[in-house]
C-alpha cells in the first residue's frame, strides 16, 4: 500500500528553520517526482516545490525562492523541505505528495496522485 507521512512540523521563531520530511513506503519512490504543498486556514492549498524522480530537477514557487530547499535520497526513500528564514506567513500545514509524471512546471495539486496526511508549522514569537 502506498503511503507517504510527513513529519518536522512545529513552532517556530520568525528567521528560524525547519527540515520536514516525506517518507515513503510500499512503493519504488525512484520512479515518482515529489511535491510540497501547504495550506493555511481559509486558503487553497498551495504547491511550493517539487522534486523529479532523479533529483536533478527542482522548482520552487515564487513565495519560497531562495529559502526553501528540497533534496531527496531515495535510498532511504524520503524527501526533504528544508525551509529557513521563515515568516509568520509560512504558517500552514505542509503536505507532500507523488506523482509518476514530471514536476510540473506550476506544482498544482491536480497533477499529483498519493497525498500524506500532513504536518502543521507555525510561525510566531
Known amino acids: 500500500q502506498l503511503q507517504l507521512v510527513e513529519s518536522g512540523g512545529g513552532l517556530v521563531q520568525p528567521g528560524g528553520s525547519l527540515r520536514l520530511s516525506c517518507a515513503a513506503s510500499?512503493?519504488?519512490?525512484?520512479?515518482?517526482?515529489i511535491g510540497w504543498f501547504r495550506q493555511a486556514p481559509g486558503k487553497e492549498r498551495e504547491g511550493i516545490s517539487c522534486?523529479?524522480?532523479?533529483?536533478?530537477?527542482?522548482n520552487y514557487a515564487d513565495s519560497v525562492k531562495g529559502r526553501f530547499t528540497i533534496s531527496r535520497n531515495n535510498a532511504k526513500t524520503t524527501v526533504y523541505l528544508q525551509m529557513n528564514s521563515l515568516k509568520p506567513e509560512d504558517t500552514a500545514v505542509y503536505y507532500c505528495?507523488?506523482?509518476?509524471?514530471?514536476?510540473?512546471?506550476?506544482?498544482?495539486?491536480?497533477?499529483?496522485?498519493?497525498w500524506g496526511q500532513g504536518t502543521q508549522v507555525t510561525v510566531s514569537s
Open positions: 510500499g512503493f519504488t519512490v525512484d520512479y515518482y517526482a
Open positions: 505528495a507523488a506523482t509518476g509524471r514530471n514536476c510540473p512546471r506550476v506544482v498544482v495539486t491536480t497533477r499529483f496522485n498519493y
Open positions: 522534486i523529479s524522480s532523479s533529483g536533478g530537477s527542482t
